[in-house]
């Protein structure tokens, strides 16, 4: 028996905010690889989940979804994006189906049809929609960016996504692997453990969210009885930020660091120490040695 040959390949995995691409790319890795959020612009940086189907490894860039920047750290995501999709083997556009063409989504339409690329299109979201409403979304679609192929999925009840993740193999190059068989992601588990309280940040605090925080862990100890001692510091713009993320009498910090801490004790699959300090940084959006941390490049 001959072995199958081998393929490997990037995917640039493109879309509005919202529209379920870090879930997407969890159900195609197989694992929680992306924080996700009910919440616009969750994703801040390129990451890369790595999914395997039989010989192929389909390396899977997730971006952020914003793309009508207006500061600073809105351009860097914007560049990250837009890199995400232009240094890939395949484009994979994200709609919500059940948003359907909105503002954004328009905007990335229009600036890919200017772009060479493979594009496979995919309808997320489609346990909330009518077929009807789907067939004629697809057929609009079709006609403005003739994909290669459409694929209509639910990223959270999984349905179409088995059928997506056998078509991206397919498209994927021939060649030796590129990353190691066991890994699931290119993100270090340092940078994990700090998206993983972002995520409990955005998703705890709702409307009040002060939209510049970010999450840097400062220390990382591996005990000798098993355990992981991690220090993290949440960034905000000013005291009355710090105050809303603190919470009365520190509730709401301790309920974001319980929750963080189980997360991350999951991802690495052993006991977890977390503490957690608010740090006011007036500008730390404008500091350029942070970007590099949270794995942005530095937009002009
Ligand atoms: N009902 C339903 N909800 C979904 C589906 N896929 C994603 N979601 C939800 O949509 C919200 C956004 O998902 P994300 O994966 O964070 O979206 P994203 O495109 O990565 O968003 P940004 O990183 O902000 O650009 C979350 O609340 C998800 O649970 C789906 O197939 N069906
Ligand atoms: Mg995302």
Sequence with gaps: MTEPQSRAGFVGVIGAPNAGKSTLVNALVGQKVAIVSPKAQTTRSRLMGIAIEGATQILLVDTPGIFAPRRRLDRAMVAAAWTGAED??????????????????????????GRQHSLFLALNKIDLVRKEALLALSSTLTERLNPMKVFMLSATTGDGVADLKGALAEAMPSGPWLYPG?????????????ELTREQIVNQLHQELPYATAVE?????????GSTAIRQQILVERDSQKAIVIGKGGRRLKAIGAAARAEIAEHLGRPVHLLLHVKVNPGWDEDRELYRQIGLEWAD
């Design 88 to 113: 890939a083997d395949l484009t994979l556009l994200v709609i919500d189906a059940a948003a359907g063409v909105n503002a954004e989504a328009d905007r990335i339409i229009r600036s890919l049809g």
């Design 182 to 194: 066991d890994e699931l992601s290119d993100a270090t588990d340092r940078m994990i453990a700090a």
């Design 217 to 225: 862990t400062e220390t990382w100890e591996d005990r000798s009885d």
